[in-house]
C-alpha cells in the first residue's frame, strides 16, 4: 500500500512562504499604485482650487488698476494736508464718487479675509481697502506669505504716452486661505479613511487572489510529494528482491562464473545504493507534509551522539589521513530523537570527510549561547563558490567540483540535514572560502 500524504489543512512551509511573498508583492505594489494616485489626485484638487483663487484675486486686482491714478492723486493731496496716506473709504465719496459709494467691486470689503492696496512705482502704499494688509513690499506674482496663511496677486499698472509704457504703480489683492485649505483638509482626511478602507479591502482580495493562484502550484506540488512517496515506497519491494538475490549469489561463490563475479559486485553496489536513495526519498517526503507524526522525542544529550559518530567514522578519517579535532561540551541536552539527530550530524561529519583531500582536518565543536547550542562542523575541503551558496541544501545538487570527488553521493544529505533541523526547532547555516573550506553550523534549542 502507498504511503499517504495529507496536506490539504496544513501547506508546506516552501508554499506558505511563496504565499506571504506574493501576497506581501501584491499589497506592496497596490499600495504604490494607491499612494502615487493619491498624491496626484490631491495635488490636482489642491493646483485646482489655488486656481480658482488666484483667478478671483486677479480680476479683483484687474479691476482695482484703473483707479490706481486716481488713488495716487488723492494719496498726495492727502499727504498735502496732513502728512499721512488715505483710506479709500473714508475719501471715497468726496474724490472718487458723487453718489453715495464707489461702484467697483472692493467697495465692500470689509471681511477680515480679503483686502486691496495701491502701490506707487517706488512700493510705497498710497491707498487700500479692507482689513487685510500684509506687511511685505509688493512683488509682482503669487506669493504665500505668513507660513502660507495668506495668498496675495500682485500686478504691475503701467500708462502708455507717445507709444512708451511708463510704470504708475502696482495692485496687490490679498486673501486668507483658511478657506481652501478646510476644503484641502477634508480631502485629506477623505482621501486617508478611504485610503484605509481600499488598503483594507485589497488586503482581503489579495488574500483571496493569492490562494486561488497559488492553488494549481499547491496541486502540482502536493502531487509531487505523493508521487516521490509512492515511487520511493513501491520500489522498496523490488530493490529488496534484488539485494536479496545478489547476496545469495554471493554465498555460494562456486556457482558464480568469474567472468560475472565483478558484475554481480557492480549489481549488488547499485542495489544498496538506490536503497539509500529511496529510503532517503521517502523520509524527505515524509518529513514535507505538515501531518507526519513526530516521533517519541526525549531528552538527548548531543555529546554522547557526537562521540558515538566519531568512533563509527574514525577509521574513514584514518585511510585519508583527515586529523579529527573535537572540542565538546557535557551535559548539553536537548529535546528529539536519538535517531534524526545521528543521521543529521552524521551527514555533516561525512559531507566533510568526503570533500576533504587526504591529509587535512575536520574539526566538530560545540557552544551555547543563551538558550540554544551551536554545533559546529568545519573542514579544510574543497569549499564552495558563494554563487553556489543558498543551494547547497537542494536536493540533488551538487557543485562540479564535488561531483567528481563524491560519486557515489545522491546529493540529499544536506537536504536530509536541514529537514532534521527544521523538525527539531533548528536552523543549519554554511560559510565557505573556495580552496579554504566549509563550516557547517546547526543551532538547536537546549534543554534547561
Request: glycine share 8%; net charge neutral; hydrophobic share 40%.
Amino acid at each position: 500500500m502507498a504511503w499517504v500524504i495529507d496536506s490539504n489543512n496544513s501547506p508546506n512551509p516552501k508554499t506558505k512562504a511563496l504565499r506571504w511573498h506574493l501576497l506581501l508583492s501584491y499589497l506592496a505594489v497596490m499600495l504604490a499604485i494607491f499612494s502615487v494616485s493619491t498624491i496626484a489626485v490631491y495635488h490636482f484638487f489642491r493646483h485646482s482650487l489655488y486656481g480658482q483663487l488666484d483667478q478671483r484675486l486677479e480680476g479683483l486686482a484687474g479691476a482695482a488698476s484703473h483707479n490706481l491714478m486716481a488713488i495716487r492723486k488723492q494719496s498726495n493731496e492727502s499727504r498735502q494736508h496732513d502728512g499721512k496716506a488715505p483710506d479709500v473709504y473714508a475719501n471715497a465719496q468726496r474724490h472718487l464718487d458723487n453718489d453715495g459709494d464707489l461702484d467697483i467691486p472692493w467697495q465692500n470689503l470689509r471681511e477680515a479675509n480679503q483686502g486691496v492696496e495701491w502701490f506707487d512705482p517706488n512700493s510705497q502704499r498710497v491707498g487700500h481697502a479692507g482689513t487685510l494688509l500684509p506687511d511685505v513690499p509688493p512683488r509682482p506674482g503669487y506669493q504665500m506669505l505668513h507660513q502660507g496663511r495668506i495668498r496675495t496677486v500682485t500686478i504691475a499698472a503701467y500708462s502708455s504716452n507717445t507709444g512708451q509704457q511708463h510704470l504708475e504703480g502696482y495692485i496687490r489683492t490679498s486673501e486668507e486661505t483658511t478657506e481652501v485649505e478646510g476644503t484641502l483638509n477634508q480631502l485629506r482626511w477623505g482621501l486617508g479613511l478611504g485610503g484605509i478602507v481600499v488598503l483594507c479591502l485589497t488586503g482581503i482580495g489579495g488574500v483571496w487572489l493569492t490562494r486561488q493562484s497559488l492553488k494549481p502550484i499547491e496541486q502540482s506540488f502536493d502531487q509531487l510529494k505523493q508521487f516521490t512517496a509512492d515511487a520511493s515506497h513501491e520500489l522498496r519491494s523490488p530493490l529488496t528482491a534484488i539485494k536479496t538475490s545478489v547476496e545469495v549469489l554471493q554465498a555460494y561463490p562456486e556457482r558464480i562464473h568469474p567472468k560475472d563475479v565483478k558484475k554481480i559486485a557492480a549489481i549488488a553496489s547499485a542495489a544498496t545504493q538506490m536503497t539509500h536513495l529511496v529510503e532517503d526519498l521517502l523520509l524527505l517526503a515524509r518529513m514535507d507534509t505538515a501531518t507526519y507524526p513526530t516521533p517519541d522525542w526525549t531528552v538527548v544529550q548531543l555529546s554522547d551522539i557526537l562521540q558515538e559518530l566519531l568512533l563509527l567514522l574514525e577509521l574513514q578519517a584514518l585511510e585519508k589521513q583527515i586529523a579529527l579535532k573535537v572540542d565538546l561540551m557535557p551535559s548539553v541536552c536537548v529535546l528529539g530523537n536519538t535517531q534524526q539527530l545521528t543521521r543529521l550530524f552524521g551527514n555533516l561529519l561525512e559531507n566533510g570527510l568526503q570533500y576533504t583531500p587526504d591529509g587535512g582536518r575536520v574539526t566538530l565543536s560545540m557552544k551555547q549561547i543563551e538558550r540554544a547550542v551551536i554545533v559546529s562542523v568545519e573542514d579544510t575541503g574543497i569549499g564552495i563558490d558563494p554563487e553556489h551558496l543558498a543551494l547547497v541544501f537542494d536536493r540533488f545538487w551538487r557543485a562540479d567540483r564535488a561531483r567528481s570527488r563524491r560519486e557515489k553521493g545522491s546529493g540529499l544529505g544536506l537536504a536530509i540535514a536541514k529537514a532534521i533541523a527544521q523538525r527539531h526547532h533548528g536552523n543549519i547555516t554554511v560559510r565557505s572560502q573556495p580552496g579554504v573550506g566549509s563550516c557547517f553550523q546547526v543551532c538547536l534549542p537546549q534543554v534547561q
